[in-house]
């Protein structure tokens, strides 16, 4: 049996799988981020992911959400495809001085973490009441 041999194909091959991965790595921790009321409201993809392995921190005004998506065939399994990501993924976000970070709440379901900040009693408009 013959087999055609193309290094150009073959090539771009490789280099569009590479780039693709790395495109894909950067979007696998996807979020929306929007102030209702008086909280921000954050919301992370997290599809397929245990909610015992989602870790937040906050560390003075930074939020740092860490989980991981694990998988391995079983064996005796013919695998078609593998192109979910999996590992462990972490995210930074910077919280604005306004954030009362002692009453951070969060709630995983259905694939998506919501993260509530809520505005410190602090930054919110107030009466000012002239003398």
């Known amino acids: 049996?013959?087999?055609r041999f193309d290094p150009v194909a073959s090539f771009d091959q490789i280099s569009n799988e590479l780039l693709g991965?790395?495109?894909?790595?950067g979007s696998s921790?996807?979020?929306?981020?929007?102030r209702h009321e008086e909280q921000w409201v954050v919301r992370v993809?997290?599809?397929?992911v245990d909610a015992s392995s989602i870790d937040l921190t906050v560390d003075r005004n930074v939020l740092r959400i860490e989980a991981s998506r694990n998988w391995q065939a079983?064996?005796?399994?013919?695998v078609l495809a593998a192109e979910r990501p999996r590992g462990n993924f972490?995210?930074?976000?910077?919280?604005?001085?306004d954030i009362d970070t002692g009453a951070i709440n969060a709630d995983y379901r259905d694939g998506v973490l919501t993260v509530l900040l809520p505005v410190a009693e602090t930054a919110k408009p107030?009466?000012?009441?002239?003398g």
Do not use: C, F, H, N
């Not at 921790?29 to 929007?34: R, V, W």
């Not at 993809?45 to 397929?48: E, I, R, Y």
């Not at 972490?90 to 001085?97: F, I, V």
């Open 90 to 97: 972490s995210r930074q976000l910077m919280l604005s001085e």
């Open 21 to 25: 991965a790395l495109s894909r790595r």
């Open 45 to 48: 993809d997290l599809p397929g």
């Open 1 to 3: 049996m013959l087999t």
């Open 126 to 130: 107030r009466k000012v009441t002239v």
């Open 29 to 34: 921790m996807p979020i929306d981020a929007y």
């Open 74 to 78: 079983a064996e005796g399994d013919l």
